[in-house]
């Protein structure tokens, strides 16, 4: 089954303590990235990825980090996580090689709360 | 600067009424233009998209979307909802030659028995 796999589902945390949330996928997409959900924001994008070792900023990097070493994988990493990085995360992949039209496969999402 | 627009936070519709959840959008060029649906503690569902061609585009679940480009918006309809169609809904754009998803804000459907 083609999908988006993300590990944990959920995740309680202390300020400072660092975390890695990952995400899998399993259509040989090119294209990955990450995406924070929050009331009333939408879905806000922190980092995305084009291919291997091909990464760029979101529109809301601060305080994240990401790495793409193998296609299928592209962990999103909190050094030092914040209470103002309590949110609703997603990983979403996309084929972009001979196909510009297609749609972004979302993963099952990941709450995380920082206290 | 690109953005999208979901007017209502929230819709409320008798099941087997036509339902409407309304999307705007300010974007260069042409975008491809697309409808998700998030039901609790799932993740983002693809429902349909609009590329090019006919404005209006069918998607799952029996939801249709119409396309309309002097007014920029793409709002999604279904001519009668079912209470499982209760969820969170969000439009997303992406730019002609881009590959990042610009979102609404989302919109909560209510179908009331």
């Known amino acids: 089954e083609a999908q988006v796999t993300q590990n944990p589902r959920y995740l309680i945390t202390v300020t400072g303590k660092k975390l890695t949330v990952t995400c899998s996928q399993n259509?040989?997409?090119?294209?990955m990235s990450w995406y924070r959900q929050d009331p009333g924001l939408g879905l806000r994008q922190i980092y995305y990825?084009?291919?291997?070792?091909?990464?760029d900023k979101g529109d809301v990097p601060e305080g994240y980090k990401v790495s793409r070493k193998e296609k299928r994988n592209f962990p999103l990493i909190l050094e030092s996580p914040s209470p103002n990085q309590t949110s609703l995360y997603f990983c979403a992949s996309r084929q972009t090689q001979g196909a510009p039209n297609t749609e972004a496969f979302f993963g099952q999402g990941t709450r995380l709360t920082v206290v | 600067a690109q953005s999208v627009a979901q007017p209502e936070d929230q819709v409320n519709v008798a099941e087997g009424n036509p339902l409407t959840v309304k999307c705007t959008y300010s974007?260069?060029?042409?975008?491809?233009l697309f409808w998700y649906v998030q039901y609790p503690n799932r993740g983002l569902q693809f429902l349909l998209k609009y590329i090019t061609g006919d404005n209006l585009v069918k998607g799952s679940y029996g939801f249709e979307a119409e396309f309309n480009k002097s007014q920029t918006s793409f709002h999604l309809k279904k001519p009668s909802a079912l209470v499982s169609d209760s969820a969170l809904y969000f439009c997303a754009v992406r730019p002609t030659g881009a590959n990042n998803l610009f979102f609404g804000t989302g919109t909560r459907l209510t179908v009331i028995p």
């Open positions: 974007v260069s060029g042409n975008p491809y």
């Open positions: 259509m040989n997409h090119e294209y």
């Open positions: 990825s084009m291919n291997v070792e091909v990464t």
